[in-house]
């Protein structure tokens, strides 16, 4: 069966410091990947996704970047973070018809 | 653009009916989705409908879409307390595209 991990559940970091969350997809090949964040009374954020290894679609110009270095593994990375870059961080992943399914989320906080 | 609406708060006593509604943009979307999110988790998977569907009905969940209007609604038979939860609706055009999301609905079950 499929697994998703993304890690770490949480993490406080200063402002102007790196940022890395890794996300890795078992059980399946060449997933559908996608990060999205979640603010308060904003739902869902699509920030990036991704069809196939080296391909990043970006949704939001914004202080973050993505990269897929393998099949199975999406990593999402700042240089500097903001404060605004606080929220709580989704990994997903779908086959190549229909549905997503989540990663339990990284809770980020800038201070 | 798409956009998908969906009212923020809803409280019911457990025994009733809850009704989540949301409205979406896009009459291209071929599949519609519920997830349900729990304090401090991912997103959970509920149920899907396929454009060409009318209802689709799984135990104590059912959903109908009225594709002319653009509206989607998930019916919760019988609701209780552990189904107090933010509830997210999601189109999708296509299954190689990303979802996009309501911003939630709060459900509250009042014992």
């Known amino acids: 069966s499929q697994t998703i991990h993304q890690w770490p559940a949480t993490l406080v970091q200063p402002v102007g410091s790196p940022l890395s969350l890794e996300c890795t997809v078992e059980?399946?090949?060449?997933?559908?990947l996608y990060w999205y964040r979640q603010a308060a009374g904003r739902g869902l954020q699509l920030l990036f996704y991704?069809?196939?290894?080296?391909?990043i679609s970006s949704e939001v110009p914004q202080n973050l970047s993505a990269s897929r270095p393998q099949d199975r593994q999406f990593i999402l990375s700042s240089k500097k973070l903001l404060l605004s870059d606080s929220g709580f961080y989704l990994c997903?992943?779908?086959?190549?018809?229909?549905?997503?399914?989540f990663g339990q989320g990284t809770r980020l906080t800038v201070v | 653009g798409e956009d998908v609406e969906q009212s923020l708060f809803l409280s019911v006593r457990e025994g009733d009916s809850s009704v989540i509604n949301c409205t979406y943009t896009?009459?291209?979307?071929?599949?519609l989705y519920w997830y349900k999110q729990e304090p401090g988790a991912g997103l959970q998977l509920l149920t899907y409908?396929?454009?060409?569907?009318d209802m689709k009905q799984d135990q104590r969940l059912t959903v109908l879409l009225n594709k002319k209007d653009k509206h989607l609604s998930l019916r919760i038979a019988d609701t209780q307390t552990g189904d107090s939860a933010i509830y997210f609706c999601?189109?999708?055009?296509?299954?190689?595209?990303?979802?996009?999301f309501g911003k939630g609905t709060r459900l509250s079950v009042i014992a």
């Open positions: 997903a992943w779908s086959p190549t018809v229909a549905e997503a399914f």
């Open positions: 059980g399946t090949s060449n997933p559908n």
């Open positions: 991704s069809v196939g290894i080296g391909q």
């Open positions: 896009d009459s291209s979307s071929t599949y």
């Open positions: 409908i396929f454009s060409n569907m």
């Open positions: 999601a189109e999708q055009y296509s299954g190689n595209t990303p979802l996009v």
